[in-house]
């Protein structure tokens, strides 16, 4: 692990305007998925980034009924398709 942290630490010397973000553990996110090792079994779960904005359309937007059912159509089904455990 010493050896991963000091080449992910040399990459970030590499430029100034890019940095490299990491984090060792039993877990890893990438996008709006998370994948976590319990003892040896993987499951999988929606991660939000503790940053990011809520992709909700104002409902009082000019927006066609349906796209507001298809927003939440998709979050629905992203969650059903990234967790392994319905929890």
């Known amino acids: 692990i010493e050896k991963l942290t000091q080449i ?3 990459a970030n010397k590499y430029h100034p305007n890019i940095k490299l973000t990491y984090d060792i553990g039993n877990s890893i996110s990438f ?4 994948m976590t090792n319990h003892d040896g079994k993987i499951t999988t779960s929606v991660h939000h980034k503790d940053a ?4 909700v359309v104002p409902f009082k937007s000019d927006h066609s009924r349906h796209i507001f ?3 939440i159509r998709a979050a629905l089904l992203r969650a059903l398709r990234y967790s392994s455990t319905l929890k």
Do not use: R
């Open 31 to 34: 996008h709006d998925l998370q």
């Open 69 to 71: 059912e298809n927003i």
């Open 52 to 55: 990011a904005e809520p992709y």
């Open 8 to 10: 992910l630490e040399d």
